[in-house]
């Protein structure tokens, strides 16, 4: 264990370090073995790549720390195991956002994924078998992201992201782009959970360990929308876009579907992470439609809540599990009294749902002000009537949990969390994050998204 959070720690401090050096001399550039692009791999850390990277780094060490202290422990006893795995997972997440190479993208999808596979599967039968589809439905996403990356070396010839951004730039758009585009668009809509394709991932997450989903439900789908949004705004030509106008006005529509889709499944649940992770699948929805929406206002909505997103989820994810460790129980009906038994953690669980709903001064607040702002700007008045009717639904969630947990009297027994603070540290600091993360909007637009836009949208 202490090896395990020592590594987080070094990489999260590194993470940090980077983030800072890159705001103030640029982007970085590793050559891996000496080899220079296009022959060798890259990896490129830029502002945008780098605020990632301590997303994740920060994200894996929080949620590790909280649950080395849970009374279960790890799932089936299996600690080193576990570990190994929690360590491999963060660090395909970790490879997916700094490489600048398509195919070595793939490569570190299927690395996060395999070793998200095992970790999810380590609760039981009923987490084996939600792994076994969720394997069974990535595979499918990954061989499709694979062709896509196999149409674009027919194109370009190349595999590194910015050879074929120049390439693709001085060709005529051709079938063959295209295609491979829209492939690739798919199998990362796959891995990402966009509805229709989202059914293994409220199985996996609510049937996993705590430590488990705590990890990969703030991480996966984020990170697979931060590489939407660096294909669109690194890899492919500026009028990619203008010229599938029709196409984008789908993705568009089919985020209103999954937005609405999503906020309609989760008020059906009678378990908690099952409801967030519906919950979830609506935030998903926010993401893509912003990110196709083709102006900066919606794209720079993507990116602050792919932030803030995280942010939020972790905080959510966390207190949960806390709650399951100290009850056993995640059932929304076993929530009755739980401000008086768990004072500090239904605390950090109301930050994170005041920002999850859009209350300022929270990210979530600035995240949906700037999506919203950006379908106002394209026209798209649906897309912006979801984003409210979703917010409000939220409104409905998490209140009805805030009557039960603050009016009821407590329906199962628990043990009080208000001294064992080295499990509520990492909470607490996430959960102060969520108002930090949002007063400083202005300073992230301005030093990393606004750089990472300039010329492109």
């Not at 080395?68 to 089936?76: A, D, E, G, H, I």
């Not at 293994?200 to 996966?220: E, F, R, V």
């Not at 009906?333 to 994170?352: E, H, I, K």
Request: proline share 4%; net charge neutral; glycine share 10%.
């Amino acid at each position: 264990m202490p090896i395990a959070v020592g590594a987080l720690a070094s990489s999260a401090a590194c993470a940090v370090v980077l983030l800072t050096q890159v705001l103030t001399t640029g982007s970085q550039i590793y050559l891996l073995g000496g080899w220079a692009p296009p022959w060798g791999i890259s990896l490129v850390v830029d502002p945008l790549s780098a605020l990632m990277l301590v997303v994740v780094s920060v994200g894996a060490l929080l949620n590790l720390i909280a649950f080395s202290f849970t009374p279960s422990k790890w799932p089936l006893g299996k600690t080193p195991a576990f570990l190994g795995l929690y360590l491999l997972a963060t660090a395909g997440h970790l490879g997916i956002v700094a490489t600048g190479d398509v195919f070595n993208l793939f490569v570190f999808i299927e690395v996060a994924a395999l070793s998200s596979y095992a970790l999810l599967s380590m609760e039981g039968r009923r987490a084996t078998f939600a792994s076994l589809n969720y394997l069974l439905v990535g595979s499918v996403g990954a061989s499709l992201y694979l062709l896509g990356v196999g149409y674009l070396y027919i194109e370009s010839g190349s595999l590194n992201m910015l050879d074929i951004a120049s390439i693709l730039t001085a060709l005529p758009l051709s079938t063959t782009t295209l295609t491979g585009f829209a492939v690739l668009m798919l199998g990362l809509w796959v891995k990402m959970a966009v509805f229709p394709f989202h059914a293994w991932l409220p199985a996996a997450y609510a049937s996993a360990s705590p430590a488990a989903s705590g990890l990969l439900a703030p991480l996966t789908t984020k990170v697979m929308a931060y590489v939407i949004v660096r294909m669109l705004i690194t890899v492919f030509p500026q009028n990619l876009l203008a010229g599938m106008s029709g196409f984008s006005s789908m993705v568009v529509w089919l985020a209103c579907v999954a937005i609405i889709a999503g906020a309609i499944m989760a008020i059906a649940q009678q378990d908690l992470r099952r409801m967030l992770c519906f919950i979830l699948v609506a935030e998903v929805g926010y993401m893509l439609g912003g990110a196709f929406l083709g102006n900066s206002t919606a794209m720079t909505g993507t990116i602050l809540h792919i932030l803030a997103d995280a942010a939020m989820t972790l905080t959510l994810f966390m207190a949960v599990g806390i709650i399951i460790a100290r009850t056993g129980s995640s059932r929304i009906q076993d929530m009755d009294g739980m401000f008086t038994t768990m004072p500090v953690t239904m605390l950090a669980f109301v930050a994170g749902a005041l920002s999850m709903i859009g209350v300022p001064p929270f990210c979530g607040f600035f995240s949906k002000w700037y999506l919203v702002s950006g379908a106002l700007e394209a026209g798209h008045w649906v897309f912006a009537g979801s984003l409210i009717l979703s917010s409000l639904v939220n409104v409905l969630l998490f209140f009805r949990i805030f009557e039960r947990a603050f009016f009821r009297k407590p329906s199962v027994a628990a043990v009080q969390d208000t001294g064992d603070w080295q499990q509520l540290a990492p909470l607490c600091f996430i959960a102060l994050l969520l108002p930090a993360i949002g007063l400083a909007t202005g300073g992230i637009i301005q030093e990393i998204i606004q750089p990472a836009l300039k010329g492109v949208l």
